[in-house]
C-alpha cells in the first residue's frame, strides 16, 4: 500500500483514496437510486430495463475524473513483457510502434470486441455453475454488469491489445509508477466484483420467497456491492497506513 512522505500524501495515496471515496460516492447514488425509485428487480431484465446502462456512465466518469486529476497514462513502457529474449523485446518494440498507430475508432471497435467476448465467458461460467438454461435475458444482464465492472474499467485505461495481453497473463509495466498502481487498484476491484457476485449466490436457495432471490437479483447486486466493498476496503487499509506514517 503507498505511504507517505513526511506529512505530505504521496501521489499514489491520493489516488487511492481520491478513487476509493468516488467510487463508493458512485455506488451508494446508484443503489439509492435503484431503490427509491423502485427499479431494484429490474437489474435482471436488461431487455426491458436500461437501469445497467448507468454502470458503463459511472465508470467512463471515474475514468475522466482520474485521467484528468492525475494525469495518468495507461501506455505500457517498451520492452517490459515477461519474456527475457531479445527477440520478444524486438517485438515488443514493433507492438508499440503499431499501438501508437491505432486510430479512435479501431480501439473502439476492439473494445467492443473484448466486452462481448468477456460477456460470452461470463455467461459460460454462470451457465457452468447453474444459471437456468431459460432464463436468457437475466444470464445477459448478469454477465453485462460483471463486464463493465470488470474488464471495461481496465479496456478504457490501457486499451484493448493490452488488455487481452493482461488477461493472458503477460506481466508489464506501465509508463508511471503511478499508472501501475491504479492499474492494481481495477485488478483488486475485479476481485471484489467477483466475489461479491460468488457470495451473493448463498441467498438462491433458501425458501423465503423474496424477490430479491430471484436470479439474478442477487448476484448483480453482490457484484455492484464487492466493487463497494472493495473500494471500503481499499480506503481503509489506506487510511490505516497513512495513520501508521503520521
Not at 443503489?31 to 446502462?53: E, N
Not at 467477483?194 to 442477487?218: E, M, T
Not at 448476484?219 to 472493495?230: D, P, R, S
Request: aromatic share 12%.
Amino acid at each position: 500500500m503507498p505511504a507517505t512522505d513526511g506529512c505530505r500524501l504521496n501521489p499514489s495515496t491520493k489516488l487511492y483514496i481520491n478513487v476509493s471515496v468516488l467510487s463508493i460516492a458512485l455506488n451508494a447514488t446508484f443503489f439509492a437510486y435503484l431503490i427509491y425509485s423502485d427499479r431494484l428487480f429490474d437489474i435482471g431484465h436488461c431487455w426491458s430495463s436500461f437501469v445497467l446502462l448507468l454502470l458503463p456512465v459511472i465508470e467512463l466518469l471515474k475514468q475522466q475524473y482520474v485521467r484528468k486529476a492525475f494525469q495518468l497514462d495507461g501506455t505500457v513502457r517498451s520492452g517490459t513483457t515477461s519474456s527475457s529474449s531479445s527477440s520478444s523485446k524486438s517485438s515488443s518494440g514493433k507492438y508499440q510502434a503499431k499501438k501508437g498507430a491505432n486510430t479512435p475508432l479501431k480501439e473502439v471497435g476492439g473494445l467492443l470486441g473484448i466486452l462481448l467476448l468477456s460477456m460470452l465467458f461470463y455467461g459460460f461460467i454462470c451457465l457452468i455453475l447453474g444459471a437456468p438454461l431459460d432464463q436468457f435475458e437475466e444470464t445477459v444482464s448478469l454477465a453485462a454488469t460483471l463486464t463493465t465492472l470488470t474488464v471495461f474499467p481496465i479496456g478504457l485505461f490501457i486499451g484493448y491489445a493490452d488488455t487481452v495481453r493482461l488477461f493472458f497473463s503477460e506481466a508489464f509495466d506501465l509508463r508511471t509508477p503511478l499508472a501501475n498502481s491504479y492499474l492494481t487498484l481495477l485488478k483488486n476491484n475485479c476481485i471484489g466484483v467477483i466475489l461479491g457476485a460468488w457470495g451473493a449466490s448463498v441467498v438462491a436457495p433458501l425458501d423465503w420467497d423474496r424477490p430479491w432471490q430471484v436470479y439474478p437479483v442477487p448476484n448483480v447486486v453482490g457484484a455492484i456491492g464487492g466493487a463497494f466493498g472493495m473500494a471500503v476496503f481499499t480506503l481503509l487499509n489506506t487510511a490505516y497506513f497513512v495513520v501508521l506514517e503520521f
